[in-house]
């Protein structure tokens, strides 16, 4: 009976000590009674494979960091209205739960704005709606749809807690919103929500860039204010400003840039590590606690990538590697890897682990292809969208994302003969067609003239590369929709469209499949130095057979053969790839998304093909810092 009384108190003993929290008089945080300082791996669970989440967690263990911290996408979580995925890639509770077995705590960035470069910064478009809801504002249909999510995501975080056995210390509310807006009502209903639904009982925190957080915190103990800032930056100073605004409590670099991210058209970016293990000893120094952002870059899959705007849109590429010391298929980059392992070595020694090994690659394999489809086969009753007199943006027809095609028929007996068309306000490219042949590329920036002729009709496939995820660019109706604001031809408005969603990941062979390899009677165009499609965006498939042995992870290497486009391999949409802009080059290709047997491999190019020997293969490299073209 003693034995049990006292087994009872011990038990008791340890359970009172399990707790985290701020001690705003001496500037730390305290865990389980101790001091705490964390170094945590940025990383995003739906970037990478859910089979290789352990094995990215390991590595980041194995630096000697001993949290990670991840944003929640709201926008994949919720792709429509009410229909939820929390499966596989998003299965968000078993990769908490994975985060806690390897002893880490974990940081929850819900946002529900979280930028990372993804699309539309983590919200759902749908939640704009056909009359352009105000995002990151008290507008009243953005904060129903918000509160609608919270009421969702917070049963299955909830139980997650530290102070309730798991291992989540903090959830960020919002995002670098000083970058943005200076509403504080906004800021402190959002965090009411948060505090409703996901209760008291968690440390609530903002992140903002050096000042930003004036605009995007709130003064006082309510939420906990932290900064980012990248290599090189003076920390002391960063935090010595941070003080007059929360003169108490931990100092936190919340995005602490081990890289940065990319852009079509412009060169890859990269970060010295000898600055990076330098930077990250004097945070440390300082009794900081650090995000690496990022530790593990991971992918684009699918349509994700985002957008900013500067100047007009730029678009990020599928990779998000980051330059990260984890790179994108998971190998650790030793460089950056033992610049960070040597730092936290030095504050919390002791760590035994082994450096990880690089995976196994698949390479060597070519690839042939032919073309099976058009793009414009799938225009049918079974796509109509709606009918209009005038265009229609993306948006007010409820498409948001992928190709949506404006189709205008000719007037039997009255045909355009070299008539002047300009399209106005393409957002973000569009793919001209008369009478089923392809005439004109019109990039978002540009204000061209050109003549047609068309007998039967007039078709423009236009691209959505991608939502604007920064800035109050989201907020500005002229500065980010996607499709067409209108047609003219000879300077007058042209009426009566057809609108079609087109699916990028259909590519069943079509009828016309005979109808692409024929020369077509028209002239050919040329765009940028290259042929177009004659008869504009095409399918292109073909298959490759694997042992079991060769299921490894690899790169698929598009050439500049091809100009731009959708890769798809066993019906899993892998990104956008677009070798005319560079300065990627290869896709990601999961070895866990092949197969032993038969692997389909399909190429939904938008513009050119230029017949090479060897144009697309598989590589056991990556190749994402190639020559850039900026008038792609």
């Not at 650090?290 to 699918?302: A, D, E, Q, S």
């Not at 067609?433 to 007039?458: C, M, P, S, W, Y």
Request: negative net charge; contains cysteine; proline residues 6%.
């Amino acid at each position: 009976m003693l034995l049990f009384f006292a087994s009872v108190l011990l038990f008791c003993s340890c359970s009172a000590k399990r707790g985290f929290y701020i001690d705003w008089d001496n500037d730390r945080f305290v865990k389980d009674g101790e001091t705490f300082q964390y170094v945590s791996a940025g990383m995003h669970y739906f970037r990478i494979p859910h089979q290789y989440w352990e094995h990215r967690i390991s590595a980041a263990k194995s630096a000697g960091l001993n949290a990670v911290q991840t944003y929640v996408a709201w926008n994949a979580h919720e792709p429509q209205p009410g229909q939820y995925n929390f499966e596989g890639d998003l299965d968000i509770v078993r990769f908490i739960k994975l985060v806690q077995a390897h002893d880490m705590v974990l940081l929850l960035r819900v946002g529900p704005y979280i930028c990372a470069e993804w699309n539309f910064g983590g919200l759902p478009p749908w939640v704009m709606g056909p009359n352009r809801c105000q995002v990151r504002t008290l507008d009243r249909d953005y904060m129903v749809a918000v509160n609608n999510w919270l009421k969702v995501l917070a049963p299955k975080i909830k139980p997650l807690l530290y102070a309730s056995g798991g291992p989540i210390i903090m959830i960020q509310v919002e995002n670098e919103y000083g970058s943005f807006g200076c509403d504080h009502d906004y800021i402190n209903t959002l965090a009411s929500y948060f505090r409703e639904h996901f209760g008291p009982d968690v440390i609530y925190f903002t992140t903002d860039g050096p000042g930003g957080y004036k605009h995007g915190s709130l003064p006082g103990t309510e939420l906990f204010t932290t900064i980012d800032f990248g290599v090189g930056s003076d920390a002391a100073a960063n935090f010595a400003r941070l003080r007059k605004f929360q003169p108490g409590g931990p100092s936190v670099n919340s995005e602490f840039y081990t890289g940065w991210l990319d852009h079509w058209k412009h060169k890859h970016s990269t970060r010295p590590a000898e600055k990076l293990g330098v930077s990250l000893d004097k945070l440390l120094a300082l009794n900081a606690s650090v995000n690496l952002y990022m530790w593990h870059g991971g992918t684009n899959f699918g349509l994700w990538s985002g957008a900013q705007n500067r100047n007009g849109l730029i678009a990020n590429p599928t990779s998000y590697d980051y330059d990260a010391p984890q790179s994108e298929c998971g190998d650790v980059k030793l460089d950056k890897y033992w610049a960070i392992r040597n730092v936290t070595e030095k504050y919390f020694p002791g760590n035994k682990m082994p450096v990880p090994q690089d995976s196994k690659k698949l390479g060597g394999i070519p690839l042939e292809l032919k073309q099976v489809a058009l793009l414009t086969d799938q225009i049918g009753p079974d796509t109509l969208v709606k009918r209009y007199p005038l265009p229609h943006t993306m948006e007010e027809l409820g498409v948001y994302e992928g190709i949506l095609a404006y189709e205008h028929e000719v007037t039997p007996g009255q045909p355009l003969i070299d008539v002047e068309l300009q399209l106005l306000g393409v957002h973000d490219r569009a793919y001209v067609l008369t009478d089923g042949n392809f005439v004109q590329v019109v990039r978002r920036e540009d204000e061209v003239k050109f003549n047609v002729t068309a007998h039967k009709t007039i078709t423009i496939l236009v691209e959505n590369m991608g939502y604007i995820g920064f800035s109050k660019a989201m907020l500005d109706y002229n500065a980010e929709y996607k499709g067409l604001k209108n047609v003219t031809v000879n300077g007058c408005v042209w009426t009566h469209w057809n609108f079609y969603k087109i699916n990028v990941t259909d590519i069943s062979a079509r009828g016309t499949a005979h109808e692409l390899t024929t020369v077509s009677s028209y002239k050919k165009k040329m765009w940028n130095g290259k042929e177009l499609l004659p008869k504009g965006p095409a399918v292109f498939s073909g298959t490759f057979i694997l042992e079991k042995s060769q299921l490894y992870d690899t790169f698929v290497n598009i050439t500049r053969s091809w100009s731009k486009g959708y890769l798809i391999v066993n019906d899993i949409l892998m990104g956008r790839y677009w070798p005319d802009a560079g300065p990627q080059y290869t896709l990601y290709l999961p070895g866990v998304w092949l197969k032993e047997g038969t692997n389909m491999i399909s190429l939904v190019e938008l513009q050119s093909y230029v017949p090479a020997e060897n144009s697309v293969y598989l590589t056991d490299k990556p190749f994402i810092d190639g020559p850039v073209n900026p008038d792609a």
